[in-house]
């Protein structure tokens, strides 16, 4: 994330503060309070509820741009939302995890938010100065960037899941319930309540999209580290894969409806004139707005 960030991305923030703010406070309300009800109302194993309170902890995934892009939705906010809620992480997941699990388990939210700074400011703040001292370098390299992060989420997830391939199998389709709920809610929540505050279509959706989208691999890390059990990570990597599929289906089906078609209203419709003339002319206004919208 940290090769892709230019000062301009920094500067969408202070052009949008207002639609930022929003979307990381959805972000840091939807997803906990999702985990927290869906672990409970499923009656999850104890490993099990905190790995998903964890994962739900966490910031957006950087995975949410591409499928923004996808989407058809606001790319430089999407980038500007994974910006913050991954910087807001440092702090806001060590005391959301604190919050949501330390009833269950011994959270150290100190240690948490040591291995968060080192996981996630760390490498950002080098990548973004690299990116800012090497530009010709970085840009070479950048198109490789994507496929390496999937390639070890890939690797990280696989890991997990093969160390506790018999307890995922017990757990069966409860833990894939709960996973695929966690996100699905994150979705739903994230472009409903955004169009009830008057968030247009196209910011709506970019919302939906980053609350609905963890930084699974981050989970993943901070429940090996910081948990005795190994199967609290199992949820978060579970969710690398439900989330990408979730949100690319989602992508898919927005992709078939542009978010800025020209709306006919009625007094344009067909038959709506009192004369054939008028008619005429209508339809031939209905005709065109059509045809822009195929365009």
């Known amino acids: 994330m940290g090769t892709t960030l230019t000062l301009d991305d920094f500067a969408q923030v202070a052009r ?100 968060t700074l080192q996981v996630v400011l760390i490498p950002i703040a080098l990548g973004a100065f690299l990116n800012r001292v090497l530009p010709r370098a970085m840009a070479r390299l950048s198109p490789f960037a994507p496929l390496l992060a999937s390639a070890m989420t890939v690797l990280v997830s696989a890991s997990i899941i093969s160390q506790n391939a018999a307890a995922v199998r017990a757990a069966g389709p409860r833990l894939i319930l709960a996973v695929a709920s966690l996100h699905t809610g994150g979705f739903a929540l994230g472009y409903g309540l955004s169009k009830l505050l008057g968030v247009k279509e196209r910011q709506a959706r970019t919302n939906s999209i980053e609350v609905g989208m963890q930084n699974s691999a981050l989970g993943a890390v901070l429940a090996t580290l910081h948990f005795a059990d190994p199967l609290t990570a199992v949820p978060c990597a579970i969710s690398a894969t439900m ?4 949100g690319s289906t989602l992508a898919g089906f927005w992709r078939l409806i542009d978010p800025e078609q020209p709306s006919i209203s009625k007094d344009e419709a067909p038959g709506a004139a009192d004369s054939a003339q008028q008619r005429r002319l209508a339809a031939q206004r209905w005709i065109q707005a059509w045809r822009e919208k195929q365009t």
Do not use: E, K
């Open 16 to 115: 949008r503060p207002w639609l930022v703010a929003l979307g990381a406070t959805l972000q840091y309300t939807i997803m906990p309070l999702m985990g927290f009800t869906v672990s409970r109302l499923l009656n999850l194993p104890v490993p099990y509820a905190v790995g998903i309170c964890l994962v739900a902890s966490c910031p957006g995934g950087v995975a949410s741009n591409v499928v923004t892009f996808l989407a058809r939705a606001d790319v430089p906010l999407s980038v500007a939302m994974t910006t913050v809620s991954t910087l807001s992480a440092i702090v806001a997941t060590p005391a959301l995890t604190q919050l949501l699990v330390g009833h269950l388990v011994p959270v150290n939210a100190g240690s948490l938010l040591l291995s």
């Open 243 to 246: 989330h990408s599929l979730l």
